[in-house]
C-alpha cells in the first residue's frame, strides 16, 4: 500500500512569512496526526485529528498555527506568521483505528523540513 | 504530567556486543510503551510495542512498572541497527496521544 505522501520536503522561508504544509494519509485510516520535530528533541503533538474532527489540539499555538482537515482525507497545516523557532520538521502520521490506544500503529510520512530565517 | 525520559543521546557498540538502550517514564495508570525507529533516510517507523510482548529484528524491551522502565535490548548488535531510536508513551491519562522521548541514536561499530 501507498505510504503517508507529504508536501513539500523542504521549505525555506523568512520569519514572518506565512508557509503551509499538505498530508495525504493512509487510504481508509481514520485518525491523522501532525507532529512538529525540532532538532535533538522527539516528535512532538500539534494536532490529532479523527476522520474530519479534530482530538486533540492543546499543544498547537493557535496564534499562528492552524489546520485542517476537509473530508476526513488530506490535511494542511498552516503557519501564520513564522517565527525562527518555527525551524522544525513537521511529521505527518496517520492510523488506521479512530480509538487510537495499544494495538494502533502510526504510520509516518517523510517530513517536512521548514527552516525559518 | 507524562514524560518520557531517554538519558542516552549517543550510544556506540561494536558488532556482536549486547545493546542496551534505556528508557525511562512518568506516568499515572498503566501505560502503553513503544520503540519506534529511524534508519538513515528512512521514515519513522514502530519496532514494537509492550503489550504486543514481540521480538523484532532481535530486540525486545520488557515493561518494569516497578523502575518505571521500558529498556530496549538485543543480545547481539548488527550493523543495520544503527539508527536513531524513541521510546514513546500513551495510554488512556493521555487520551490516548503519543509522547515521545528525545532518542538514543546507535552506531554500532563494525
Known amino acids: 500500500e501507498a505510504g503517508v505522501a507529504q508536501s513539500p520536503r523542504y521549505k525555506i522561508i523568512e520569519k514572518r512569512q506565512s508557509v503551509a504544509f499538505w498530508c495525504n494519509p493512509i487510504s481508509g485510516h481514520a485518525t491523522l496526526y501532525w507532529y512538529q520535530q525540532i532538532l535533538g528533541q522527539g516528535p512532538k503533538l500539534l494536532i490529532q485529528f479523527q476522520n474530519n474532527g479534530v482530538v486533540d489540539d492543546s499543544q498547537l499555538p493557535k496564534d499562528r498555527f492552524s489546520a485542517e482537515r476537509l473530508k476526513g482525507v488530506d490535511s494542511t497545516l498552516k503557519i501564520q506568521p513564522a517565527k525562527l523557532e518555527d525551524s522544525a520538521v513537521y511529521l505527518c502520521?496517520?492510523?488506521?483505528?479512530?480509538?487510537?490506544?495499544?494495538?494502533?500503529?502510526?504510520?509516518f510520512g517523510p517530513g517536512t523540513r521548514l527552516t525559518v530565517l | 504530567a507524562q514524560r518520557v525520559t531517554q538519558p542516552e543521546k549517543l550510544l556506540s557498540v561494536f558488532k556482536g556486543a549486547p545493546v542496551e538502550l534505556k528508557c525511562n517514564y512518568s506516568?499515572?495508570?498503566?501505560?502503553?510503551l513503544f520503540w519506534y525507529v529511524q534508519y538513515s533516510r528512512q521514515r519513522l517507523q514502530l519496532l514494537l510495542r509492550h503489550i504486543s510482548r514481540e521480538s523484532i529484528k532481535g530486540f525486545t524491551a520488557d515493561l518494569n512498572k516497578g523502575e518505571t522502565s521500558f529498556h530496549l535490548k538485543k543480545p547481539f548488535a548488527q550493523e543495520e541497527d544503527s539508527a536513531m531510536y524513541y521510546c514513546a508513551l500513551s495510554g488512556p491519562n493521555t487520551g490516548n496521544q503519543f509522547y515521545f522521548g528525545t532518542g538514543t541514536s546507535l552506531t554500532v561499530i563494525p
Open positions: 506516568y499515572s495508570g498503566s501505560p502503553e
Open positions: 502520521a496517520s492510523s488506521f483505528h479512530s480509538s487510537g490506544g495499544a494495538l494502533d500503529t502510526q504510520y
